[in-house]
């Protein structure tokens, strides 16, 4: 029943999961990416700024401490 369960979980949840591909690095290495997506019609602007305040927001920094040349890893401590 326990693998059932877990089956269902996964493919019910499956669309709802993100993943970042390895290659992004940085903040600025996602811009380009969801600027090219076909479903997005948005300027780079509007992408960087819009992902500059999701990534403010969701690791709690203060914009002096935002940069888009940031890692993630080494910048932010996100493997911690």
Do not use: C
Not at 25 to 36: E, H, N, Q, S
Request: hydrophobic content about 40%.
């Amino acid at each position: 029943m326990a693998i059932l369960f877990t089956y269902a979980e996964i493919n019910l949840t499956k669309k709802y999961m993100t993943r970042i591909p390895r290659r992004i690095k940085t903040i600025r290495d996602l811009v380009p990416y969801a600027v090219t997506s076909e479903q997005i019609k948005w300027t780079r602007d509007q992408v960087s700024e819009l992902v500059k305040k999701i990534v403010l927001e969701q690791l709690n920094l203060s914009e002096a401490d935002y940069r888009e040349e940031a890692h993630f890893i080494d910048d932010f401590g996100l493997d911690r």
